[in-house]
């Protein structure tokens, strides 16, 4: 059997995506969560300096986002054919430039800018940044029916936005209840069993 | 026969590799260059507002790197098993967060910052990060011996590399002459045969 160990912080961030999807297909690993100290002595043998990292068999891969692709597609999530997995990239690299103009708003919330300043950030870049992604989305889900993203089954850049769905509630950017389309769209992934059991049953960290 | 639609503007930019792909394989396409105000016309209609765009038998795509990919495991460019794929796709990534910190100094040049602020953008932000994605590469390409960055044979993630290290030359951050290793890797790449062909053949432009 395949040993997986996947080190990355007590945090959801870049690892969570990649914690649902062992969770999803019911495989074991080793869910690594290390502290700035381990952090600190990992980093000159991690290849870029980051975590997360995916060992397989004790061979070292990085990069969060090829991480989960590599096992959604492992494991049965990343599409049914190679039209549906490039779709599948395609949402969930909307989603990464997304993210990009979430992280000024991020910084902003950590660095304690201004009021005034954070009240900028939210209605020049954020909103208008929201709006597209959103429209982006439901334009999808429109096109596609079966109230997944892509498909007619559960894949990865479900995971991903549906994620990311929550962060933007929790954020105050998004009120379902204005958002027909995207408000089944949430409800419905987040009802998969198997993600729900995970839901509630992972740690609890901030971020 | 699947018929291959790619459009973007009259540049090398984000649909250089899709195009490279399309002459390595020998695929027949429709190269759609655009000028800006075909671009204006088309824009509302796309899935982000944003080219390159691959259109499959009418079928639009969105994402210039999910594109990429797509296209490099159609045409047997993407690395011979799902462990080569993950490797192939985090050194993508890698090079993707790292012209996210070169973003900063081709703004400065394009908007024409104060020749001391670009300097300050060369040291500070630049060397860093170039030393760090050099040191990235090296290391896997000493580590892999072969040549190429992902098993024994050309990938996708050797055309990013590649292009990558043209244009990083070009802007005077890398002189190969230092740099035995990524020097025999960058003249391995460009001597294969049709990619050799297609930077011959094709159109010059400035990005």
Redesign the interface.
Known sequence: MVHYKLVYFNARGLAEISRQLFHLAGVEYEDHRIEDQEFAELKPNL???QVPILY?DN?Q???S???A??LA??FGFAGKN??E???A??I???FK?FIESFRKFVVGVLTGESEENMKKIREEVMRPAVK?YLT?LN??LENNKSGYLVGNELTWADLVVADNLTTLITAEFLDLKNEKTLGEFHRKILETEKLKEWLEKRPVTRF
């Open positions: 290849p870029t300096g397989i061979v891969f990085s990069q986002t090829a991480i692709r590599y597609r492992k190679t039209e997995e490039l779709l990239d395609a969930v690299d909307t430039d597209t982006y334009k999808i």
